[in-house]
């Protein structure tokens, strides 16, 4: 059964982290913003049995884009940002689909000019088994800029779930992320989110 709750009403535990342009939760000045990295905070997230995220800030607005592969020699494939490719951010969300269960994936940034790819190693990833049964838990909330008014356009909320009465899964869950709408509403699906093994589901209370 479908459920959706905003995320202060949840007796579950939801780790949630937000960046907006380069700032996590604070913003940067603007001397620590030209210090900072050309590509910097990168993630995997949102991990299932057939994709996967990757989220990224970068020193200015640019576009960005992901280079991946099921090995070092076939880093050739190319995703774009979730909201189409060409966005222009200084925050980065590109979602890879339509993978294999269980298996390793190879991936580099290509963001503006700056091709970020692990010290030549490249980044890797693998996906988790495919399980039976995903429930859906739909959380939403809201982000706005520091004057409290203006939506996070662009910000990338992080989340990740605790269940608090000891009843389901221990430890924390895996991390999922999303992309903060022009109205400044962001939501996951809670209901899939897994393990750090990826191999079960994380099992929480219900609200």
């Not at 430890?171 to 903060?180: D, H, T």
Request: glycine share 10%; aromatic share 10%.
């Amino acid at each position: 059964m479908a459920r959706t709750a905003w995320v202060r009403s949840w007796r579950v535990w939801l780790g949630i982290a937000a960046i907006v342009g380069l700032a996590a939760l604070i913003l940067l000045s603007p001397s620590e913003r030209a210090a900072a990295s050309a590509v910097s905070n990168v993630r995997t997230t949102n991990v299932s049995d057939v994709a996967f995220s990757v989220t990224w800030t970068s020193a200015q607005a640019e576009v960005g884009q992901v280079r991946w592969g099921s090995s070092h020699a076939t880093v050739t494939n190319t995703a774009d940002d979730e909201r189409g490719a060409g966005t222009v951010s200084e925050t980065h969300q590109v979602t890879i689909g339509s993978l294999q269960p269980s298996t390793a994936y190879y991936f580099e940034i290509v963001s503006g000019s700056t091709v970020a790819d692990n010290g030549g190693l490249h980044y890797s990833v693998t996906t988790g088994p495919t399980l039976a049964g995903p429930g859906s838990t739909l959380v939403y909330g809201q982000v706005f800029r520091s004057n409290g008014t203006t939506p996070a356009e662009g910000c990338l909320v992080y989340v990740k779930v605790i269940d608090n009465n000891s009843s389901g899964s221990a430890g924390e869950s895996q991390v999922f992320s999303a992309l903060v709408d022009v109205d400044g509403f962001w939501n996951t699906n809670i209901g899939t989110v897994r393990t750090t093994s990826l191999a079960s589901f994380f099992s929480f209370s219900s609200p």
